[in-house]
């Protein structure tokens, strides 16, 4: 059964939680450590919900301004919208692209009737003479033309069928529901409904046109138009996926500010009961990370609450600093706070910018210190020394001096930004849970015998949890990028060869339709290879129209998709060159048979032939 916000397996109430129930927790309103989930009333819509909650926030506001810092401001956030978040944009951009390969098809299923309506135009002239109706031609045509959609809806559905559970795989990346993906009914009835009007649509409208006024069938003037959109679409599918790969390629050559390799990770939530107080989580985490360091293979061992591409969001806290600058009244910059151990930074291969790196020393017992970002430093202390200067995280009751500043690190994916950062000493917080750390010299998985047995050596019921390396990390954090490039890729390839196959199409059509002219040419002394030449740059005409009319589409589209993910960015010159070069190369190739077949007309034969 899908749950939310996660998965659990066992549900208790807040009361008896030991975090969240102790008095620290229960009596301060900064904690905030819960989150709210209700039933709106029937009729009642979320921005009338979200006006309210806003409402009731600025009546605490300004009844515990300590509490609540200037801007204080709450949402409201539907759980259907929440769960969709991340999967909505990726699967209607793949809904788009898909959309497209249907007109190509369509205009294609356009095309084949046209040219299978052809050769029977004299019967369908004589069927007319001979008193047929419009009407009966028009039902003829249209049951051929369903049963060849029909075909292909049944060949759609199977594998579609087939594929379910690769869809559901993939979404699962984005959204929990994942799990609710399934073949029914709805998909069938979409299927055939889809089947359906585009039958009739793209395979009865030329044969109303024809059953109408068959003599315009000797014209090749409605083939050709049909393949300026074919190119058109085609364009914007390939410039698309050309970008998307590049900026694939970006991201796994960019520099995130840690090194992913030789680094294996895993987590400890410790039990409340027997590590309650801070000393004895202390105690645990100090012995811990002595063993860790004592494991054979291991470089650098480290502890911390979280790392760089993990799901597991830190803590993020409003921020002042010492030097009087802060204006009353603005609201306190938000920083996110990471706990960090000595070692921490050279597990990751961070670089110390200025100043120091945490040190075993700075302890429980010592004066609180934090270690800042760049970006944190920049925004903040400008073209000063931010070493030797404070902090406050809660308001100005307690100073943390800055001790040192480190790179800044893409925490929530390779194609964001670094946001600000303050790092505290592991030691001088002693969370319930931590995440472990080790550098090792050779292949990490080779230390997670060692890394567990360093666990239960100090207590053996303690739980070692998602144990993986910062690779596979990295590598899962790509996987939607990667898969929906992809999927866009394989989906433009389809367009592609569709488009190829309607300018192929379209070209030996008009060889076919002209060969009596053609064997004239020759006769009267046009040189084989320049018919051919002639033949291509005809057929590449209604090519560079659709490619005219696709930039502008494709620059739009790119847009959207860009809005929609975090993986599309704004089309380039490269994108749009590349992709202009592969449709024209790929028209050339399909027009070189018909065309080297029209070189190859024996006059003679092409004029007794009429």
């Known amino acids: 059964m899908p749950q939310f916000p996660e998965a659990n397996d066992v549900y208790m109430p807040v009361s008896a939680c030991p975090f969240h129930a102790r008095a620290a927790a229960a009596n301060d309103r900064g904690m905030r450590v819960v989150s709210a989930i209700a039933r709106l009333k029937a009729g009642v819509p979320v921005a009338a919900a979200g006006h309210e909650l806003g409402e009731v926030a600025g009546t605490l506001a300004a009844a515990h301004p300590d509490a609540y810092p200037a801007g204080f401001v709450t949402s409201v956030v539907s759980v259907r919208d929440q769960l969709t978040a991340g999967a909505r944009p990726t699967l209607m951009a793949l809904m788009a692209a898909s959309l497209c390969v249907l007109l190509l098809v369509c205009a294609n299923v356009a095309n084949l009737t046209l040219s299978r309506l052809v050769p029977r ?3 369908l002239m004589l069927r007319r003479a001979l008193g047929a109706s419009p009407g009966r031609l028009v039902r003829q045509l249209a049951i051929e033309a369903a049963l060849v959609a029909s075909a292909g809806g049944v060949l759609g559905l199977a594998f579609a069928a087939a594929g379910r559970a690769q869809l559901a795989s993939y979404t699962l990346r984005f959204t929990p529901r994942a799990a609710e993906i399934s073949f029914d009914r709805t998909v069938v009835l979409f299927a055939i409904g889809t089947t359906i009007v585009t039958a009739l649509i793209f395979g009865l409208l030329p044969a109303l046109r024809i059953s109408r006024a068959p003599i315009r069938l000797n014209r090749n003037g409605a083939r050709r138009s049909l393949i300026v959109p074919q190119i058109a679409v085609s364009f914007v599918l390939l410039a698309i996926s050309l970008q998307m790969t590049r900026d694939l390629i970006t991201l796994l050559s960019s520099d995130a500010g840690f090194r992913a390799d030789h680094v294996l990770t895993a987590r400890v939530d410790l039990d409340w009961v027997r590590c309650a107080t801070g000393r004895d989580r202390r105690a645990f985490y100090r012995r811990l990370l002595a063993a860790l360091e004592a494991v054979p293979g291991a470089r650098h061992a480290a502890l911390s609450t979280t790392f760089p591409l993990d799901d597991s969001w830190p803590l993020r806290a409003s921020m002042v600093t010492d030097d009087g600058e802060d ?8 920083v996110d706070v990471r706990l960090a151990s000595a070692g921490y930074f050279d597990a990751l291969g961070m670089s110390v910018l200025r100043g120091r790196s945490f040190a075993a020393s700075d302890s429980d017992a010592s004066p609180e210190v934090a270690i800042v970002n760049g970006s944190m430093a920049r925004r903040h202390f400008g073209g000063r020394d931010p070493v030797g200067r404070r902090v406050s995280l809660n308001g100005g009751r307690r100073w943390i001096t ?3 500043v480190v790179n800044d690190v893409k925490q929530y994916g390779l194609d964001t930004s670094a946001v600000d950062e303050v790092y505290v000493p592991f030691d001088q917080r002693a969370p319930l849970s931590a995440t472990l750390l080790v550098r090792t010299n050779d292949d990490p998985t ?3 015998q060692g890394l567990e047995d360093a666990v239960r050596a100090i207590d ?6 998602r144990v993986r390396t910062l690779d596979h990390v990295r590598d899962a954090s790509l996987a939607p990028v990667r898969t929906t490039t992809a999927l866009v890729g394989w989906l433009a390839a389809i367009a592609l060869f569709i488009a190829a196959a309607g300018v192929a199409g379209t070209v030996w059509f008009s060889v076919n339709q002209r060969s009596r002219e053609m064997g004239v040419r020759i006769a009267l002394g046009e040189s084989p290879a320049r018919l051919a030449i002639r033949i291509v740059r005809d057929a590449l005409v209604p090519v560079v129209a659709g490619v005219a009319a696709g930039v502008p589409v494709a620059l739009a589209a ?5 809005g929609a993910g975090d993986a599309l960015h704004a089309v380039g010159p490269w994108a749009i060159g590349s992709a202009v070069t592969a449709i024209l190369a790929v028209a050339v190739l399909a027009c070189l ?5 029209a070189a190859a007309i024996d006059p003679i034969h092409a004029i007794r032939a009429e």
């Open 327 to 334: 204006t009353a009244g603005e609201a306190p910059a938000q």
């Open 402 to 404: 800055i001790v040192g």
């Open 460 to 465: 053996p019921r303690q739980p070692v949890s």
């Open 121 to 123: 135009e004299r019967r």
């Open 558 to 562: 790119v847009r959207w998709f860009g």
């Open 446 to 448: 080779s230390v997670r």
């Open 593 to 597: 048979a018909p065309a080297r077949r």
